[in-house]
C-alpha cells in the first residue's frame, strides 16, 4: 500500500502532463526520441528511479523512455514537479 501512495504518477499520469504535439511527436515510430549522451530522460516503467541521465547511447531508443530533448521546458517541469511530489 506504502508503494502505491508513493508511486501515485504513473505512466499515463505523466504522459497525461504532455501536450497534444508532444504526444504525437512521441507517437510515431519514424520521430521516435533519440537519446543523447548526457541527455535527461524518465523511464515510464521504472519511475521509481526518477529522473536518469544517459551514459550510452543505446542502438535503439527504447519505447519506454522519454527524453527531455522531446518535450517542452514547461512539461518537463511539470513531470519534475509530479515525480517529486510538489504542485
Known amino acids: 500500500m506504502k508503494r502505491d501512495i508513493k508511486n501515485a504518477h504513473t505512466?499515463?499520469?505523466?504522459?497525461?502532463?504532455?501536450?497534444?504535439?508532444?504526444i504525437a511527436k512521441i507517437s510515431r515510430a519514424e520521430d521516435q526520441p533519440k537519446?543523447?549522451?548526457?541527455?535527461?530522460?524518465?523511464?515510464?516503467?521504472?519511475l521509481d528511479s526518477g529522473v536518469q541521465?544517459?551514459?550510452?547511447?543505446?542502438r535503439d531508443s527504447?519505447?519506454?523512455v522519454l527524453p527531455r530533448s522531446a518535450v517542452s521546458y514547461e512539461t518537463?517541469?511539470?513531470?519534475?514537479?509530479a515525480l517529486t511530489g510538489k504542485s
Open 35 to 46: 537519446l543523447i549522451e548526457g541527455d535527461e530522460y524518465v523511464d515510464l516503467e521504472a
Open 11 to 22: 505512466r499515463e499520469s505523466i504522459l497525461g502532463l504532455l501536450t497534444d504535439a508532444e
Open 53 to 58: 541521465q544517459v551514459q550510452a547511447v543505446p
Open 76 to 81: 518537463w517541469d511539470k513531470i519534475l514537479r
Open 62 to 64: 527504447p519505447h519506454h
